[in-house]
């Protein structure tokens, strides 16, 4: 069984903002909110790195844990997926989400926060897949299509992979023997291997 | 007949507790895929069954080293076998073909691959960086304490707050079976004396209104998951939870107000005196009928506490709610989890504090009710309760404006 997800390679990195235009542009991500962003650490100094983040579609995922109205939901291949009709905007998910991936925009009452948006891993949302409804709402359903996430294959040097988990470990690991070094798999003891409940 | 109405709600409410305290132990708290909202029949499995899955799997064999697995012009698109599964309105799909294996052990299999791993993974820390993007903590790339602000929220807060309440509630029930009604000694004398003038009670109600409304409405977003969605259903719950949240919000004019105006009138005659430790001494006269109540000036001690309990958590709660109301503009993630954390437990506390005060001023006490509900109390309850306030205003001689009209109504 496939798991779906994302590794970014620091080394590889050019902070280009590829991905997180070609998000934006994919999945007409409304103005104010990234699904997709970029972080550079260490800027200007000895060791700086860039990383591009979003959902990380982790194992025992926070937001799902603490969403006060079950909207948000995990498949089979570990993509978590949530339900914007259900969705009203309390942000708990914001606070538990260890990669800052929910987005709010401005629309309740008293200028706060609207319903949830976030990185879908390109596979849209409950509604029917490839549905009008679904892309208004979640964007593009590239996996229904046989497709992986854009902002994965825009990637120009290959610096952000996407798919399944193994064959993405593979490919890591393959070039830090290659290159003879590597930063490690950047979020992913936190995403995918993190403090569980379930002991 | 009242005392063993209560005994029956102290003891359905000791099971309740000791229940509650077996599901905390016994929650485990951890997510497992659904392929579809909790709840919602209709599955949701964009990938596309196993069919789907391996195309995605060859799909991602192309991001490698592009010299060795470069894609070839001759080959075409991988591609998931989208008639075998996705489905349309007409068609559903077949819940049969994208069943595997059952969420529990999805998710062992996951993690048992942490082993493997294990060369390319780093300590869980906290990642600061900075973005050229716009937008508030938008640089911090990792904050791995998300999963503390969870476990925390859904095991001590939720767990420890159902038990906090349903305690409170079962000692004020057990109290009721065992003492009963705090009586007036000398009975009703027919006369009575204004306690509380139309301001005052206006004011009382419409902060304890928007307080119940404030308290439910939360209650909802708290315990609204296991205990009404089930009944409700995912959409009618998600519909009521978000009325709830906007009510929430809206609330925070009046209950904000009240607090002032409460702050405002009532502040002076709460500062602690002498008096107050003499009456906490004697347990405010609650316990037995055969000694005569301690005395009191306007509001005894037990009012101060409650005075200084609504105004101290009220502004803890007004405060922390804004912050929760305009994320983000007075710190990061810490402020933010920490600001959810003490609105939820501080909120808490308070509705358990209000259990009380409901309590004493309704069922509790034989006359408790009228000072503000109809703002005249009798003159027996009056001297036994607060007897300095009465003896000052029953005084004669007494230059204070409204006593004398007072005097004559009730007499």
């Known amino acids: ?199 | 007949m009242l005392r063993a109405v209560a005994m029956a709600v102290t003891a359905a409410l000791v099971v309740l507790l000791v229940y509650t305290v077996y599901l905390g132990t016994i929650s485990s708290d951890l997510i497992l895929p659904t392929n579809g909202v909790i709840g919602k029949t209709t599955p949701d499995d964009a990938a596309g069954g196993g069919a789907g899955q391996q195309a995605l799997r060859a799909r991602t064999d192309l991001q490698r080293w592009r010299a060795v697995s470069g894609p070839s012009a001759n080959q075409p698109d991988p591609k998931a076998d989208i008639m075998g599964n996705p489905g349309t309105e007409a068609r559903p799909p077949d819940p049969a073909t994208i069943t595997g294996p059952d969420g529990r052990s999805l998710v062992r299999g996951w993690l048992s691959r942490q082993q493997g791993q294990s060369g390319i993974l780093q300590e869980p820390r906290r990642v600061q960086g900075r973005t050229s993007l716009p937008g508030p903590v938008k640089g911090v790339f990792v904050q791995p304490q998300g999963r503390l602000w969870r476990s925390t929220h859904n095991g001590p807060i939720v767990f420890g707050g159902a038990f906090y309440l349903i305690g409170v509630a079962a000692l004020l029930a057990a109290f009721l079976s065992v003492r009963g009604r705090v009586p007036i000694k000398d009975g009703f004398s027919g006369q009575t004396v204004t306690r509380f003038s139309a301001f005052e009670r206006a004011n009382h109600w419409m902060s304890a209104v928007s307080f119940v409304l404030l308290g439910l409405t939360g209650l909802v977003l708290l315990y609204g998951k296991p205990l009404i969605r089930p009944w409700l259903g995912a959409d009618r719950f998600g519909n009521l939870a978000e009325g709830s949240m906007w009510l929430h919000m809206a609330l925070i004019a009046p209950f904000t107000l009240g607090l002032m105006t409460m702050l405002a009138t009532w502040t002076w005659q709460n500062l602690p005196t002498r008096l107050d430790f003499e009456w906490l001494r004697q347990g405010g006269g609650f316990i037995r009928d055969d000694q005569p109540n301690p005395p009191a000036e306007r509001f005894n001690a037990g009012q101060k506490l409650i005075f200084w309990a609504v105004i101290l958590g009220g502004l803890t709660l007004v405060a922390s709610g804004l912050a929760m109301m305009f994320p983000f503009q007075w710190g990061g993630y810490g402020s933010m989890q920490l600001a959810q954390s003490i609105h939820a437990i501080v909120a808490l506390l308070m509705i358990g504090v209000i259990f009380g005060h409901i309590y004493i001023g309704t069922v509790g006490m034989v006359g408790a009710f009228d000072a503000m509900w109809s703002g005249q109390v009798d003159r027996n309850w009056a001297k036994e309760h607060h007897s300095r306030w009465y003896n000052r205003l029953t005084a004669p001689g007494d230059g204070a404006g409204s006593r004398p009209e007072e005097r004559r109504r009730s007499a």
């Open chain 1, 1 to 199: 069984m496939a798991r779906m997800k994302f590794l970014c390679d620091a080394e590889r990195c050019i902070e280009c903002n590829a991905c997180t235009t070609a998000c934006k542009n994919e999945h007409e991500v409304p103005w104010g909110m990234q699904r997709r962003r970029l972080v550079t650490v260490n800027d200007g100094e000895p060791g700086e790195k860039s990383l591009s983040v979003s959902c990380m579609h982790c194992t025992d995922a926070p937001c799902i844990a603490v969403c006060p109205v079950s909207c948000i939901y995990q498949t089979d291949t570990g993509i978590v997926l949530h339900d914007k009709t259900i969705c009203i905007g309390c942000g708990y998910c914001f606070y538990a989400c260890p990669f800052g991936a929910p987005q709010f925009p401005r629309s309740s009452n008293f200028g706060t926060r609207g319903k949830m948006d976030k990185c879908t891993f390109c596979a849209g949302g409950p509604e029917t897949d490839g549905s009008e409804a679904e892309f208004g709402k979640y964007g593009r359903n590239r996996v229904a299509e046989g497709k992986l996430p854009l902002c994965a294959e825009v990637c120009s040097t290959r610096a952000l992979l996407g798919g399944d988990g193994d064959v993405v470990a593979d490919i890591y690991k393959e070039r830090v023997i290659r290159r003879g070094y590597g930063s490690g798999a950047w979020g992913w003891s936190t995403a995918y291997y993190g403090p569980t409940h379930d002991s």
